[in-house]
């Protein structure tokens, strides 16, 4: 069965910091990586979503990481700000089908100290 | 385009009664998932529907349950509530299906007392 872990579940950092979230994920069998960020009381955003044959893929101040064979993707954010702050999720669809729908990460809790 | 719609946006039930919940997709998407989050547990998977079929499904129990229409609006049903079933009930809608890209309602806050 697979998990996803997210480390930290919690981080707050003064504005303008450049950081980076963790994700893992025990089976390596995925057909993509999907990075979204949830407000408080709020449904999610997808941020960027990463194909099982991709390394990177980046949006804005957004950048994504993908190692399939070891299990870790990176979310990194570029100059941060007081806008940032929420919840970043990491989901996985596994390989031959959605059978066990997205499995996700509990998330990172992001403050972003103005 | 618009996005994905969830009715209503709360709700509070009593235990033993039922409730039913929609979703309306983006335009032109032909799958809608669902997911409970709880702060215990975090989103789980409850089923997919596509092109008015169940074709995934999480593991919760009968009580559970969903349909979709032919215009792709899809409710999700629970009966005889249970005071667990306290969450945020998420829905997300896609042209293809898991695992392409997957955009997410507002969410229906369901409170059981």
């Known amino acids: 069965k697979q998990e996803v872990t997210q480390i930290p579940a919690a981080l707050s950092v003064p504005e303008g910091e450049n950081l980076v979230l963790n994700c893992s994920f025990t089976?390596?069998?995925?057909?993509?990586l999907q990075w979204f960020r949830q407000d408080p009381g709020k449904g999610l955003t997808s941020l960027l979503l990463?194909?099982?044959?991709?390394r990177e893929q980046t949006s804005g101040r957004l950048n994504a990481s993908l190692d399939k064979s070891s299990g870790r993707s990176t979310l990194y954010i570029a100059a941060s700000q007081p806008g940032d702050s929420a919840t970043y999720l990491c989901?996985?669809?596994?390989?031959?089908?959605?059978?066990?729908?997205?499995?996700f990460g509990k998330g990172t809790h992001l403050i972003i100290q103005p | 385009k618009a996005g994905v719609t969830q009715t209503p946006r709360y709700l509070i039930k009593t235990r033993g009664q039922q409730v039913t919940l929609s979703c309306s997709p983006i335009?032109?998407?032909?799958?809608v998932s669902w997911y409970q989050q709880t702060p215990g547990q975090g989103l789980q998977f409850l089923f997919e529907?596509?092109?008015?079929?169940?074709?995934n499904k999480g593991n919760f129990p009968g009580r559970f349950s969903g349909r979709q229409f032919s215009n792709s609006r899809s409710e999700m049903n629970v009966s005889t509530l249970e005071l667990g079933d306290s969450a945020l009930y998420l829905c997300?809608?896609?042209?293809?299906?898991?695992?392409?890209?997957?955009?997410f309602g507002p969410g229906t806050r369901l409170t059981v007392t």
């Open positions: 529907y596509f092109s008015e079929t169940q074709r």
């Open positions: 989901a996985v669809a596994r390989s031959g089908g959605g059978a066990d729908g997205l499995t």
């Open positions: 997300a809608s896609s042209l293809g299906g898991i695992p392409y890209e997957q955009y």
């Open positions: 335009s032109g998407h032909r799958s």
């Open positions: 990463i194909q099982s044959s991709q």
């Open positions: 089976d390596s069998a995925i057909y993509n």
